[in-house]
Every structure is written in structure tokens, then in C-alpha cells.
């Protein structure tokens, strides 16, 4: 091959290969971050699970309903797993106790990442947990609360303080 017919072929070869090598950048829908934002009262980072933070925002001001697990109402438990089976595709124990011996690892509280599962104890049986909630960021966790429904509130409101178990990391 002669040099004027070899420069347009390696070009082309050289342009292909850098094409090829190109990465995407990640799509988000802005609209949708600033709606999870507001509604949790959060700042949601590049690098943070956006489908966490927008399925959560969903689900604020869901009435809470015992053995709920859907939008017309949810218990702590069924919020957790339908967070989980959205964000994460996984399926979780129905209840805080299974959740909390059978998906979950302990960890300490100063560990916690966005995604772990923060447990809580009613006061009388101080060692099995009757609640739970997904922990976010900045010390906050979504959950669904008796009297208010699905809320997002801090760990160290003095009730949480008090009633807190363990954190839990889900095994994967």
C-alpha cells in the first residue's frame, strides 16, 4: 500500500478505536433528583443510588397500615422491602426481626451507609427488633411511622436514641 492511501485508512482506524473507547455519561432526570430532594429534605449527590432517593420520595405521607405494603398503606417491614425490590432488585425477610437476623449483618451506627438498615426496639423486649427503617445519609432514615406514615426522620431524635438496636448491612 502506497503512503497517500495508508494516511485515510489509519485515520479512520484511529477514529473508530477512539469512538469505541468513549464512555456515557450517567442519565439523570434532574426533575425528578429535585423532587426526591424536596420531599426528603436531602441533597442528592452524583454518586448517591438516585433510584433509592426517588423511590423513597414516592412514598412520603404513605399512611401507615399493619401488614401494609403498597401505597394505600405499608408497615415499617413491607416499606422496606418494596424500597429494596426497586433499588436494589432484592427481596427481603416480611418482618424487622428476619430482616434483621436473616438479610442483614450487624454494624455499628457510626458505619452506617446509604442503603444500610437501621432497627429499633419497642422498650419492652429490648433484644428483638419491631422496627426498621432504610438509613439514606447525614444521619437520616426513611420509615414508616404509626402516627405519621412514611416520614424521614434523624437518628438522633432522643425516641431513636433511645430505642435504638443495631444497624444492619444487607448481605449480598
Known sequence: MNRSKCIPVLAAL???????????????????????????????APEDNH???????????????????????????GLVCQLFRKAYHR????NAELQRTKDCRKISKKHLQEGDLVFFHNGCNRRTASHVGIYLKGGRFIHASTTHGVIVSRLSEPYYQRHWLQGGRVIR
Open 91 to 94: 427481596t427481603l425477610q416480611p
Open 51 to 77: 433510584q433509592l432517593y426517588v423511590t423513597a420520595a414516592d412514598w412520603i405521607g404513605v399512611p401507615y397500615r399493619a401488614g401494609g405494603r403498597d401505597h394505600r398503606g405499608t408497615d415499617c417491614s
Open 14 to 44: 484511529v477514529a473508530l478505536l477512539l469512538t469505541s473507547c468513549a464512555t456515557k455519561a450517567p442519565h439523570y432526570d434532574f426533575r425528578e433528583l429535585a423532587r426526591a430532594a424536596i420531599a426528603l429534605d436531602l441533597d442528592i
